[in-house]
C-alpha cells in the first residue's frame, strides 16, 4: 500500500534534514582553518596542536548552513558562465595548494578564482546573509577579511571581491571598496604572527560566542565547562 511508501519517504527525508556531523571523536589535525582563521584563538590553537576533534552541529545550524551553502552553489553556477572578453579562467571553490598548507599550516578553498587573459588572479569570496544582517552591514567584517587574504596569499588573487548576498532579496554589495579589496600584506603578516602564537604556550583565552555552538573541540574549551 501507498501507506508505507509514504512512511519511507518521511523517514528519509527526516534523515536528509538531521545533521550529519555528530559523528564519532577523530583525530587531531595539523592544519588550521581559512575560514575560522578570524575567529577563536583559543579553537586555532586546538586545531594546530592536534586536539581530539568531537563534531556536532545542532539541528538549526545544519539547516542555516544549508540554506547558505544553496546559496553559494547558484552563485558558483551563475559564475561559471562569466568566461569572455578579459577573463579566460574560472575554478569554484579553488583548495589551498599543499605546498602553502604545509609552510603556513592553514586549508580551505576559496570560493571563485578568474583568471584574466594577463594571468592575474582575481578571487571572489560570497557571503550570505538575511535581510537584518545586510541592512546593518557597512563593511566587511574583520573576520572575513582575514580568511580573504588567507585565500589571496595562497592563490596569488592581487584583488578580492567580498559579495555580501542578502539571501531573502538578492540584494549584493558591488565591486568597490570597501567591499573590493587589494591584497594587504600587513595584514598577512599578522596573521602568520597570530598562528605561530596560536601553536605555542601559553593556550590564549577563549573567545565565547555563536561558533561555539558547533566547535569541534568545545567538549575540551573552559568557555563550555570544561576543566
Given at each position: 500500500?501507498?501507506?508505507?511508501?509514504?512512511?519511507?519517504?518521511?523517514?528519509?527525508?527526516?534523515?536528509?534534514?538531521?545533521?550529519?556531523?555528530e559523528?564519532?571523536?577523530?583525530?587531531?589535525?595539523?592544519?588550521?582553518?581559512?575560514?575560522?582563521?578570524?575567529?577563536?584563538?583559543?579553537?586555532?590553537?586546538?586545531?594546530?596542536?592536534?586536539?581530539?576533534?568531537?563534531?556536532?552541529?545542532?539541528?538549526?545550524?545544519?539547516?542555516?548552513?544549508?540554506?547558505?551553502?544553496?546559496?553559494?552553489?547558484?552563485?558558483?553556477?551563475?559564475?561559471?558562465?562569466?568566461?569572455?572578453?578579459?577573463?579566460?579562467?574560472?575554478?569554484?571553490?579553488?583548495?589551498?595548494?599543499?605546498?602553502?598548507?604545509?609552510?603556513?599550516?592553514?586549508?580551505?578553498?576559496?570560493?571563485?578564482?578568474?583568471?584574466?587573459?594577463?594571468?592575474?588572479?582575481?578571487?571572489?569570496?560570497?557571503?550570505?546573509?538575511?535581510?537584518?544582517?545586510?541592512?546593518?552591514?557597512?563593511?566587511?567584517?574583520e573576520?572575513?577579511?582575514?580568511?580573504?587574504?588567507?585565500?589571496?596569499?595562497?592563490?596569488?588573487?592581487?584583488?578580492?571581491?567580498?559579495?555580501?548576498?542578502?539571501?531573502?532579496?538578492?540584494?549584493?554589495?558591488?565591486?568597490?571598496?570597501?567591499?573590493?579589496?587589494?591584497?594587504?600584506?600587513?595584514?598577512?603578516?599578522?596573521?602568520?604572527?597570530?598562528?605561530?602564537?596560536?601553536?605555542q604556550?601559553?593556550?590564549?583565552?577563549?573567545?565565547?560566542?555563536?561558533?561555539?555552538?558547533?566547535c569541534?573541540?568545545?567538549w575540551?574549551?573552559?568557555?563550555r565547562?570544561?576543566?
Amino acid at each position: 500500500m501507498s501507506i508505507e511508501a509514504w512512511k519511507w519517504i518521511g523517514e528519509a527525508l527526516e534523515d536528509r534534514l538531521t545533521p550529519k556531523r555528530e559523528s564519532a571523536p577523530r583525530p587531531g589535525s595539523t592544519h588550521t582553518r581559512g575560514s575560522e582563521i578570524g575567529g577563536c584563538k583559543r579553537r586555532t590553537a586546538y586545531r594546530l596542536r592536534m586536539v581530539e576533534q568531537r563534531p556536532v552541529l545542532p539541528k538549526h545550524w545544519f539547516l542555516l548552513f544549508q540554506g547558505g551553502h544553496l546559496w553559494h552553489g547558484w552563485l558558483q553556477d551563475v559564475v561559471k558562465s562569466l568566461l569572455g572578453g578579459d577573463i579566460i579562467g574560472v575554478q569554484i571553490e579553488p583548495r589551498v595548494p599543499k605546498e602553502f598548507q604545509d609552510t603556513f599550516r592553514i586549508s580551505g578553498r576559496g570560493d571563485v578564482l578568474f583568471t584574466r587573459r594577463d594571468g592575474e588572479k582575481l578571487l571572489l569570496e560570497i557571503k550570505t546573509l538575511t535581510s537584518k544582517e545586510y541592512g546593518l552591514l557597512e563593511y566587511p567584517s574583520e573576520r572575513h577579511l582575514d580568511q580573504t587574504t588567507v585565500y589571496q596569499a595562497a592563490l596569488g588573487a592581487s584583488t578580492a571581491w567580498l559579495l555580501y548576498c542578502n539571501r531573502e532579496t538578492g540584494a549584493h554589495t558591488a565591486a568597490v571598496p570597501p567591499y573590493l579589496r587589494e591584497f594587504d600584506a600587513a595584514r598577512w603578516a599578522a596573521i602568520r604572527e597570530r598562528i605561530e602564537t596560536c601553536a605555542q604556550d601559553p593556550w590564549p583565552e577563549p573567545e565565547p560566542g555563536s561558533d561555539c555552538d558547533f566547535c569541534d573541540f568545545a567538549w575540551k574549551c573552559p568557555a563550555r565547562g570544561a576543566p
